[in-house]
């Protein structure tokens, strides 16, 4: 498994990439600060398996920023992680095209079982 995964907190990238890589044994986790660095991850890297983007991050401008990873590299599944739990961003995250959102305030039992989620979904679909 390898996640781009993209926020301008080098202490939140470090967290999230161990709680990752305790998640699956072997995972790769590519780290990029802004959305620029994580579009280049993504040209560098065409089997990455998801990107993890941070809402408020430079070069993000909301859901725009979205769809430009999505233009970009539509192969590549987003999903938004955010301070900002507003209905409004999750609404407007989803309808930019990310496949889900989760609240930086979650748990990492939160993240756990999105992460089994999505295994039993790889697993029917497959």
């Not at 539509?74 to 739990?85: D, M, N, T």
Request: glycine residues 8%; hydrophobic residues 50%; proline residues 4%.
């Amino acid at each position: 498994m390898k996640i781009i995964l993209a926020d301008d907190h080098a202490l939140f990238r470090d967290g999230f990439a161990l709680l990752f890589k305790q998640l699956e044994a072997g995972a790769v986790v590519l780290e990029a600060g802004d959305l620029g660095a994580a579009l280049a991850l993504a040209t560098h890297h065409p089997d990455a398996d998801l990107m993890l983007l941070d809402l408020d991050m430079p070069g993000m401008n909301g859901s725009t920023g979205i769809m430009r990873v999505a233009e970009a590299h539509p192969q590549l599944p987003v999903v938004v992680l955010s301070a900002s739990e507003s209905r409004e961003n999750v609404q407007a995250v989803i309808a930019a095209g990310a496949l889900g959102f989760i609240p930086k305030s979650s748990s990492s039992a939160v993240m756990q079982s999105a992460w089994c989620f999505r295994e039993a979904f790889i697993c029917r679909r497959n």
